[in-house]
Every structure is written in C-alpha cells, then in structure tokens.
C-alpha cells in the first residue's frame, strides 16, 4: 500500500508541476521590451478558458504554432481578422490572477514579448494560458507576469 502511495504522489506532483506556468516563463533580455513596438489589443485575443487545455496540448514542445483562420476562431470568442502579410499564431502567456489583470504584447522583428500584469494581494503561481496573435512571422516568444498589490 505504501508503495502505490509513493508512486500516486509522484504522478499528483508532476501533473501539478506540468500544468503550472513555471515552465512556460521565458524572460527576455531587459534591453529588448524597451524597444518593441507595442501590439494593439485588436491584433490578438486571449484563448478561452474552456479551450486551454487544447492550446496547452499544442504548444508542448513549442512556444508557437501557426494556425489556419479556422482554427484561430476555434480558441476565441471574438474572432481576429489578421490582415495580409499577418496571419494566426497561437502562443504561450502565463497568467498571475486572471480576473484582475490584462495582456500587454511587444514585437521587435520577430520576437514576441508577453506579459501580464495583473492586481492581487499575494504573488501567485503562474498559471498557463494562450493567446492568438496576428503577425507575419514568430521565431522567439519571451513570456512573463507580474502582481501588484
């Protein structure tokens, strides 16, 4: 019994561990947001929450996948007309207290910065979550949160 124990314990605290954002954040060098052009809110949407578990499933082994126009209406309420050159990318973004809180997005060329700031009395564990953004091209996504009090 002890043995079947340890083993369910260890399954609960990697399944806790692969569902936390921790492993999603990517800090991107200081010097790089500064000069990043700031994406308007009509460029991208934040995936429902009821379609998360999919994108999470998607973006597994990567931090962005491109997707068809269909696909990207699959994961948000509100579909996003990306206007050509741009097309749909799913990528990652953690969240600190989803309720409280918005996305703010960079580009600089083709590298993505992702942050979410967001009001609480304590400074969680980020949580993971997905956005569909328009853009021409993504090789690098920089994700990270922060909690004010």
């Avoid at 082994?61 to 699959?74: P, Y």
């Avoid at 083709?110 to 091209?137: E, N, W």
Wanted: with cysteine; glycine share 4%.
């Amino acid at each position: 019994m002890n043995r079947n124990m340890a083993v369910l314990s260890l399954f609960v605290a990697s399944y806790a561990l692969a569902s936390s954002g921790e492993a999603w954040i990517h800090e991107a060098p200081s010097e790089l947001p500064r000069v990043a052009e700031v994406l308007s809110s009509k460029q991208y949407r934040e995936v429902e929450v009821s379609r998360i578990e999919t994108a999470e499933s998607e973006l597994a082994q990567q931090s962005f996948v491109s997707l068809s126009e269909d696909r990207s209406h699959f994961y948000t309420d509100e579909p996003l007309m990306c206007v050509a050159p741009s097309r749909p990318f799913l990528v990652r973004a953690v969240v600190g207290h989803r309720s409280t809180g918005g996305f703010y997005v960079q580009r600089l060329k083709s590298s993505l910065f992702i942050t979410h700031s967001s009001l609480g009395h304590s400074t969680p564990k980020p949580t993971k979550s997905a956005l569909v953004i328009c853009t021409d091209r993504v090789s690098e996504v920089f994700v990270t949160f922060g909690v004010a009090e």
